[in-house]
RNA sequence: GGAGAGGUGUCUGAGUGGUCGAAAGAGCCCGCCUCGAAAGCGGGUAGCCUGGCAAAACCGGGCUCGUGGGUUCGACUCCCACCCUCUCCGCCA
């Protein structure tokens, strides 16, 4: 969210911000509606004020032993006028809030601008794609041929778009998590293991809703929803708080299934273990003071990097454009791993500055020594999607016999160096 | 699930219808003191909305004591509903 301040001082910014998204505002409602509120709640608090006035009147005469019957008999008046009015004025607040809900947050003026994925920008690419003398193919026949992943299963169990591991397949998903969080933790994030469902005000705090409902799971007759990304629980940790400034940049992360519903997605990566509605993620998340986001956002990035270097995967990093960056972004740079079946890249992480947009949503905010408490700026990204990283290894690592060697950083986490063609 | 207690500022915690945005203490900040620090002393220290104004500083007004309603001229205080926390009992991985 942005400042409401700020927002109708600088409404041309706002409207350039729109174009380069691509989004519809409605900014002339957003104009009229903001001055109708502002005249009622004028209009509300000047009475507010006579009717204070007046009760301290009250209360003196009332000591004195004088009579008050007169200004009584008005209050009574002023009160039901005020009740009236400022009914109307808390119906225009609402409606602006709703509205201010909605708006997306403004991309850094390092961001290209474009209106889809062909105006990103590649930042740099690492290592090169693995050479087979073969036809290297996608890991859903290889993982089936070696029994270690059962779609036709999980489908009994829950429906499609579901997966079910079994053996070195369970164990490997369960390695790389693991692997994961140890080597984030080596590097100063904290690990936090929160709740996988969350509350309505912690959704609305991330910018999940009110506008993206339609893609997560709602728990039937609660305020609950299966969460979408651990990003949720981290923001919101520390929802409504002030944070110790001299404790700045705090780093966390976090292993958790994530959640989707998938709406929309009909028909685009049926196959395989792609897009599914429940995955495993670790993430990686900071709070910073405004000054040092910036900075911070890249060695976040150089954090989910590593782990995709240990594990010796061909990869580039791509700066997102204006229209590719998701509602509550400032900045993102997303991380492609390669995938040699496809013979393309596919999205393996997504590391976002949302500057104080997701901090003044969630009430986060640090005071400086001697300062005024201001919001902190928070930064997520995956570190990683763990479901995608297991496929890229799949697909990478594949030979010629239909076998999968485990890169060697993971080897301690599966227990073997290789898991056979056949089971 | 049942019974009880309670939700107040950065924190602890007082306040039971009228100068209460809120005592006291802690923390933090600024002075004085000191070679410097600690101690001591003095002062300061919430957020949001809104108007003066185009903005900053500043000044005024309104709101905020878990949330939402109600009673009242007036609610932190009384009433109702809901949420949450704690303790005990029950159940349970």
């Known amino acids: 969210m942005h400042d409401l301040g700020y927002f109708r001082e600088h409404l041309d910014e706002f409207v ?9 505002i409605d900014f002339e409602g957003f104009r009229s509606l903001d001055q109708e509120r502002r005249e009622r709640i004028t209009a509300v608090e000047r009475l507010k004020a006579e009717r204070n006035k007046a009760s301290e009147e009250i209360a003196r005469r009332k000591k004195a032993g004088e009579d008050a019957s007169a200004l009584l008999a008005e209050m009574k008046r002023v009160s039901e006028e005020i009740k009236i009015a400022g009914e109307r004025a808390e119906a225009l607040d609402a409606s602006l809030r709703d509205f201010m809900l909605t708006v997306p947050n403004r991309p850094h003026s390092s961001v290209p601008v474009g209106h889809d994925a062909s105006a990103n920008v590649e930042v740099r690419r690492w290592g090169s794609p693995p050479k087979f003398d073969f036809k290297p193919r996608p890991h859903w026949e290889i993982a089936e041929g070696a029994g270690i992943l059962d779609f036709q299963r999980a489908t009994k169990i829950a429906s499609t778009r579901f997966a ?17 969080l140890d080597t984030h933790a080596a590097h100063g994030y904290t690990e936090i293991l929160p709740p996988f469902i969350v509350n309505t005000a912690a959704l609305t705090g991330v ?11 709602h728990l039937e007759g609660t305020d609950l929803w299966l969460t979408p990304t651990s990003e949720v629980e981290l923001t919101s940790m520390y929802r409504d708080e002030t944070l110790d400034a001299d404790l700045l940049p705090i780093k966390v992360c976090a292993w958790t299934a994530c959640f989707r519903s998938e709406a929309g997605a009909a028909g685009k990566d049926t196959r395989g273990l792609k897009r599914q509605h429940q995955f495993q993620k670790v993430e990686l998340f900071k709070f910073t003071r405004p000054e040092q986001s910036y900075e ?9 990097e590593r782990v995709l270097q240990k594990l010796g995967l061909h990869y580039r990093v791509v700066l997102l454009c204006t229209g590719d960056m998701g509602f509550a972004s400032s900045k993102t740079y997303d991380i492609e791993v390669w995938l040699p079946s496809a013979h393309e890249f596919m999205e393996i992480s997504s590391c976002s500055n949302t500057e ?21 700026h928070t930064l997520n990204g995956s570190g990683l999607a763990v479901g995608r990283t297991w496929l890229a290894i799949v697909e990478n690592c594949q030979q010629a016999d239909g076998s999968v060697t485990i890169p060697e950083a993971l080897r301690p986490y599966v227990g073997t160096d290789r898991i056979p063609a056949k089971p």
């Open 16 to 24: 350039q911000m729109a174009a380069n998204r691509g989004v519809n």
């Open 207 to 217: 910018g999940q809703l009110p506008k993206f409902a339609a893609d997560m799971f």
């Open 356 to 376: 104080a947009f997701q901090a003044r949503r969630s009430g986060i905010r640090f005071k400086p020594k001697g300062g005024k408490s201001e919001f902190v």
């Open 164 to 180: 079910l591991y079994r053996g070195l397949g369970a164990r490997m998903e369960r390695g790389l998590a693991s692997f994961f």
């Open 296 to 304: 911070e956002q890249e060695s976040l990035v150089a954090d989910a």
